[in-house]
């Protein structure tokens, strides 16, 4: 999952878990920047565990220190976990790979001018790289990198079909980075998707959009209750996606617990939200 970068220097590092790094002047330099942010974040923990949208997730750094990848993962479901397709991108796509997408950002070409996305200052770093095209698509993956901080906001991916009007997107929002324990993480993930409703056939949707309309209108009636609130969210997404394209769903961590050499794993949890 995440390959391999080199160490940096204590007082780097240290310069930019408080914030402190310097403006890029090359695409290299803001490679070199994402690294370190990367490596700073990470700390000397050997791996960390955490509870996101019902699965437990646990990061194990590697032993061998020429490994391709940096951190062994497993992903285990929970008696909570949510069988939803959107939980479970979250779940897989929880940290995002950034020594591997900084690897993809091309010598020689010009320093990406920083965007306003989202009420943030961001650079928007062409990974296409790593989202190879394939027969009669063409994909494209572009990651917005903090302007001041070098964290990862963003990870948008986007295919396009020759047989469609639009692309099909999909959006992951990395947000309220923490740091417990000397880790720092992303506390919050969003996805969003678009474009989906372009594979249904036009009379598929206009059915099945009248049948969650009329399923609506019916949990209506149903007395208030926590699992009435759950249908009407379900179906109010499902018509949403059916009928603009559009899906959408976010995940907060409950549970993180940081390892360090000669720590004991039954320790207790760093932090339960």
Do not use: K, W
Request: glycine share 6%; net charge negative; proline share 7%.
């Amino acid at each position: 999952m995440h390959r391999l970068v080199r160490l940096l220097p204590v007082l780097t590092l240290a310069a930019l878990a408080a914030g402190c790094a310097s403006d890029p002047a090359t695409p290299l330099d803001l490679a070199d920047e994402m690294r370190a942010r990367f490596d700073a974040n990470v700390g000397d923990a050997t791996g960390f565990t955490l509870v996101i949208g019902g699965y437990e997730l646990r990061y194990t750094l590697s032993d061998d220190s020429t490994a391709a990848e940096r951190f062994a993962v497993s992903i285990v479901p929970t008696i909570d976990a949510d069988q939803d397709p959107l939980m479970q991108a979250i779940a897989t796509s929880y940290l995002p790979n950034v020594p591997l997408l900084a690897s993809t950002v091309a010598d020689g070409a010009a320093l990406p001018t920083p965007v306003t996305r989202d009420g943030a200052e961001v650079y928007p770093v062409d990974a296409s790289a790593v989202a190879p095209d394939s027969s009669g698509t063409r994909a494209g993956l572009v990651v917005y990198v903090d302007a001041e901080t070098f964290q990862v906001r963003e990870v948008e991916r986007t295919v396009r079909i020759d047989s469609l009007a639009r692309p099909i997107s999909s959006r992951l929002f990395y947000e309220d980075y923490r740091t417990v324990e000397g880790v720092t993480l992303p506390h919050r993930v969003r996805v969003r998707q678009e474009g989906l409703e372009q594979l249904l056939p036009e009379a598929m949707r206009i059915r099945e959009g009248g049948q969650l309309t009329l399923q609506r209108e019916q949990i209506r009636q149903m007395p208030p209750s926590p699992s009435r609130a759950h249908m009407l969210e379900s179906i109010e997404r499902r018509l949403r996606a059916v009928t603009e394209g559009i899906e959408e769903a976010a995940a907060e961590v409950t549970r993180l617990t940081v390892q360090r050499a000669g720590a004991s794993d039954d320790a207790p949890a760093d932090e339960d939200a």
